[in-house]
Structure formats: structure tokens, C-alpha cells
């Protein structure tokens, strides 16, 4: 009895020592710790932050590579990609932007002001206008407030809005510049990979596995919009530029006696360009294991061969692309991009 007793008792205590631990300072102590924290993460980087950002995404969008796609879907359920940042945040509470818009946008930076407050999450907040600020509007729906939601297994800040409650609607991801020139270099070889991609003719998509195929789009989409006199065709290129979205098509029925095919598919997903080519997002997605986020640009093509590698923090097996891993376990899927159209000229 008497040792059930003190067992009793270095229990309490225990849990005690536990509770004091963990509310061993007030809200606002805690609150203004995490405030200094983030705001020290954010101006610790010399260099700066290549911040990636879709303001919105919907992950089941053109998703199901079995589903058919209409002629109405395609001209009118069209979604959005994403756009980047470079930002430089300083101790006085400024940032300075270049943003891959244009050719004016990647040199020419624009300085703003930023806070760092805490509620619920610790926010970010660009509080006067900036480069970023072009897409807060009715159409893109992008926030100039953003949510600290921590670090992901590569170390990079992660964050959200408060635009969506449920998850897959945004990615807004900040990546540490490694060194002084990845600031004007980095931004221009974004821009240069986004424009490459935007200007061909007819981009095509095949996810292959050595001999097998498993998607190869055959549609001609851009070719047609570009060459066509039709007002609309002409407004749906504008409309695909602006919003850096790209859906790949495959014809399974080819007879078309009205100019859209009986039975179409097709993947889609949004874009924007990176230093090493494009990032898609939600991705172009075949299925859980076959999605492809990553291309590497390899001449005039773009391509994303997956490997396999496991996250220790979650204990699951990953699929990512492999010039982002280059140790990982090689799978043998990839997925490549290409203009037929210049193909078609060779």
C-alpha cells in the first residue's frame, strides 16, 4: 500500500513538473516568441526567398485520366497556376520583391513593407503594395496575408491563407536563395523556362516506363488557338497565358465531324516556372504514385523522371523527381514535354 502510495505521488508530481514546462511563460510571451522567430527566419536570409506561390489550386480538377472531357470543360472550366518571388526581407521591416510577370518585373525590384503577427497562426503580412498584390483580385483570389504552418522535411517555410478551409486549394512554399547571383540569375532562368513553355506551338505530354505508355497526348490545342481567326480561340490562348494552365489532351475517338472528337481525356494542372524548368500544381496526376510535379528543362524538351525516397519523419515512401534526388531508388516512370509542332518542322 504505502509503495502504491508514492508511486501515486511521483506520478503528480511528474505530471506537475510536465504542466509547468509547458505553460512555463504567458500568451503574449509565447505569442511574441514566435513572432521573433519567424521574423528571424525570414531575415537571416542574405540571399533571400524564392517564394512559389498558387493562389488557387483544386486537386481533382482534370485529374482522372479515364473521365471525358467535353468541349464545354475545356473552354470553361479552365484552372490556375502559380507564380514566383524573390524576396529579400530586412530588420527595418521592408521587402524587396522581383516577381517573374515580365521582362520588367525579374530586374526591376520593388521595395514594400512587411509584419509579422501572431493569433491563431503566426501571419505574415505585406502590408503596402507590392509585386504581389497583382494577384489579389477577384480572378486569382491570392492573399497578401499568409499563415505560418512550419517547415517541410527540406527545410522550407510553408504557409497558407485563410481563403480555404479545406487543404489542396493553395501552395505557398519559401525557399532559401543560395548565394548572391541566384537573385538575378535565378529569376531570369524562371522566367526564360515559363516562357519557353508558354510560346510552344503544341506541347505535348507522354508518361512512359521504358516501352509501355501509359498517357500520350495527341491533340493540337495551342497550334490551332494561335493560328485561328476565331474570336473566342484567341481569347482562350490570352486566357491559358494568363492564367498558366495546361491541359494535355488524347483524342480516343479522333472522328470529329464537328470539330471536337467523340471521346476525349486528358491531364491538366497549373504551372510555373523554376531555375531548373517548371513546377505543376496540384501536378499532373496519372495516379497516386505516377504524379508529376518536377521538370528538369533538357534542351527543347522538359522532362520529370521519377525516383523513390523515403521521408524518416513520416516513415512513407516518396516519389519524387529525380534531379531533386538524385540518390533516390530509380522507377523507370517518366513523364517528358514536347512542342510537336517544332518536331513536325525538323
Not at 503528480?12 to 513572432?35: G, L, W, Y
Request: with cysteine; charged share 25%; proline share 3%.
Amino acid at each position: 500500500m504505502k509503495i502504491g502510495i508514492q508511486l501515486l505521488l511521483l506520478i503528480v508530481i511528474c505530471c506537475s513538473c510536465k504542466e509547468e514546462s509547458i505553460f512555463d511563460s504567458s500568451p503574449s510571451e509565447r505569442n511574441a516568441r514566435h513572432i521573433s522567430e519567424l521574423r528571424k527566419e525570414l531575415t537571416d536570409a542574405p540571399h533571400g526567398w524564392c517564394v512559389t506561390y498558387f493562389p488557387r489550386t483544386d486537386s481533382l480538377l482534370f485529374t482522372d485520366v479515364k473521365a471525358p472531357i467535353s468541349n464545354y470543360e475545356y473552354n470553361n472550366n479552365y484552372g490556375y497556376g502559380g507564380h514566383c518571388f524573390f524576396m529579400k526581407f530586412s530588420d527595418d521591416g521592408t521587402v524587396e520583391t522581383i516577381a517573374d510577370y515580365d521582362e520588367a518585373s525579374i530586374t526591376n525590384s520593388h521595395i514594400s513593407e512587411f509584419e509579422v503577427s501572431q493569433n491563431t497562426f503566426t501571419q505574415l503580412s505585406f502590408t503596402t503594395y507590392s509585386y504581389l498584390h497583382r494577384l489579389v483580385n477577384n480572378q486569382f483570389v491570392a492573399s497578401s496575408d499568409f499563415l505560418y504552418t512550419g517547415k517541410d522535411i527540406d527545410g522550407n517555410l510553408v504557409f497558407r491563407t485563410a481563403s480555404y478551409i479545406e487543404p489542396a486549394r493553395e501552395y505557398i512554399v519559401f525557399t532559401r536563395l543560395k548565394n548572391e547571383k541566384s537573385w538575378a540569375e535565378g529569376m531570369r532562368k524562371v522566367h526564360e523556362n515559363i516562357s519557353f513553355f508558354q510560346n510552344m506551338k503544341n506541347p505535348q505530354l507522354v508518361i512512359r516506363k521504358a516501352s509501355r505508355i501509359y498517357f500520350r497526348s495527341d491533340m493540337q490545342t495551342r497550334s490551332v488557338i494561335a493560328d485561328s481567326k476565331d474570336e473566342n480561340a484567341r481569347k482562350r490562348k490570352e486566357q491559358e497565358e494568363y492564367q498558366r494552365y495546361h491541359l494535355f489532351l488524347f483524342a480516343k475517338n479522333p472522328y470529329a465531324p464537328q470539330g471536337w472528337p467523340k471521346e476525349v481525356v486528358g491531364l491538366g494542372s497549373g504551372f510555373v516556372g523554376t531555375t531548373m524548368g517548371l513546377t505543376f500544381r496540384p501536378g499532373i496526376r496519372y495516379s497516386n504514385n505516377y504524379t508529376f510535379y518536377d521538370f528538369r528543362r533538357d534542351g527543347d524538351r522538359f522532362v520529370c523522371e521519377l525516383v523513390k525516397v523515403f521521408d524518416p519523419y513520416s516513415k512513407t515512401e516518396r516519389w519524387v523527381s529525380k534531379h531533386l534526388a538524385p540518390n533516390g531508388e530509380e522507377t523507370g516512370v517518366i513523364a517528358e514535354i514536347w512542342d510537336q509542332f517544332n518536331n513536325q518542322k525538323k
